[in-house]
């Protein structure tokens, strides 16, 4: 359970600053960084929703020198986090949060299969022969893309769609739509597949499944769909003359108008056309796309390694401070010394009878007194003349000559 909330507060917190973080980014530059940029900083948010990155810190940990527990002559004090969860509230917790997520991946699925049943009793490929056929291969050498991926045709009235992970398929409407526009939105879509979009929508469902209570997980959500269309425009129209630009956003506006939007589009596919909050949006960041300078580019790059490392360190501040469940945590932990009272020997030094004993723990040696009751014991006697006389054990009797008694370690 303690391990299960410090993996969760981390992931969440660490996703959820710099999901902010790249807000604010956007809003101060005012968008002046490319969509790229942008695109970039809500995936590096995503990675840090799904990583537990604060084990990488742990694990370089393991090579330093340095040892967390702190001693004090033969007592040893172990820090650890002072705050506490009760036990019971934690289970609660992860009753709740398991809940969620069963339910959430559950709607998933069913919303998934509903749509690819949809799509395979309504869709075909296209034969080889066909113009389509054609112009999409051109594209696809053009691309230089080696791994297969298909092309058919869809009796639904619906947007062009890119679909399948393992069988890449691009979907098209089955009513006509001119040349040039096919070219562009045939381009379009294999960008998005060239750039592993598909798999980032994948990763964001799963992000959504884990951390269904964060409401900043639903705002990637759209981030994500909104940026890897921006994205994927810039890639499009750079090479473009603002003439065949403004021709690209009639081809959008021509799919949106004839086009049905599916309501949970952002994990089933990869849809050509937008909604109708983003489109002039996306129609202004297409029409003035330009290539970033060197200072821009360096600027991104730093802002993106600012991003990583901010990241970094909210997971491991949110894993250090994630209070502790209460019965597996304690404030301290005291190890006291052992005292092994196994005598060997006395020295006659005048005073009360002590025992010198070591513990196992520590050097410093602990003085506990002995009583004066009649003890078995190997005296040795102050050296005099040539050697030292040493007696046999025998029993001693009381006696004011104080005798010190060392006590050695097995």
């Known amino acids: 359970m303690n391990e299960w909330l410090r993996i969760l507060v981390s992931l969440t917190v660490a996703g959820s600053v710099v999901l902010l973080l790249s807000f604010l980014i956007t809003y101060v530059t005012k968008e ?25 810190t742990e694990f370089l940990s393991i090579f330093r020198k340095e040892n967390p527990d702190i001693s004090f002559g033969s007592q040893s004090v172990i820090h650890q986090n002072t705050l506490s969860l009760p036990l019971t509230f934690v289970q609660v917790l992860f009753a709740v949060w398991i809940t969620g997520v069963i339910v959430t991946s559950v709607w998933a699925f069913f919303s998934y299969q509903r749509f ?10 296209l034969s080889e022969e066909s113009e389509v056929r054609k112009l999409f291969n051109k594209n696809v050498n053009r691309m230089n893309l080696s ?6 045709y869809c009796n639904c009235n619906m947007s062009p769609v890119f679909i399948g992970i393992f069988k890449p398929i691009i979907v098209l409407p089955i009513y006509k739509i001119p040349n040039d526009e096919l070219d562009m939105i045939i381009k379009h879509e294999l960008i998005h597949f060239k750039k592993k979009d598909l798999w980032i929508r994948r990763a964001v469902l799963i992000a ?9 997980v639903y705002l990637l959500q759209k981030e994500v769909h909104l940026w890897s269309e921006l994205s994927c425009d810039e890639d499009v129209v750079m090479e473009m003359s603002q003439t065949e630009r403004k021709k690209y956003g009639e081809t959008i506006l021509n799919m949106i108008e004839r086009a049905n939007l599916h309501p949970d589009s952002y994990f089933l596919g990869v849809f050509f056309s937008t909604e109708q909050l983003n489109l002039k949006r996306r129609l202004i960041k297409m029409l003035h796309v330009k290539k970033m300078s060197k200072s821009v580019m360096a ?4 802002a993106l390694l600012g991003l990583g490392s901010i990241g970094v360190g909210g997971a491991v501040l949110a894993q250090q401070n994630t209070p502790s469940v209460s019965e597996e945590d304690k404030v301290a932990e005291l190890v006291p010394a052992k005292e ?31 009583s004066e009751n009649k003890t078995e014991v190997t005296e040795v006697e102050s050296i005099e003349g040539e050697g030292a006389t040493q007696n046999t054990p025998s029993d001693s009797e009381e006696s004011d000559v104080p005798k010190l008694v060392i006590i050695s370690q097995h």
């Open 147 to 152: 791994t297969a991926i298909e092309i058919a």
């Open 340 to 370: 092994n009272k196994t005598e060997v020997g006395s020295i006659e030094v005048g005073g009360p009878t002590e025992t010198l004993s070591v513990s196992e723990e520590s050097d410093v040696p602990k003085l506990v007194p002995v």
């Open 32 to 56: 002046s960084l490319s969509a790229k940029w942008s695109y970039w900083s809500r995936k590096m948010s995503l990675f840090f929703f799904l990583v537990p990155i604060f084990f990488t």
């Open 208 to 216: 959504s499944i884990v951390h269904w209570y964060n409401p900043f």
């Open 299 to 302: 600027l991104s790059t730093f």
């Open 116 to 125: 690819m049943k949809k799509m395979k009793a309504s869709c075909f490929i």
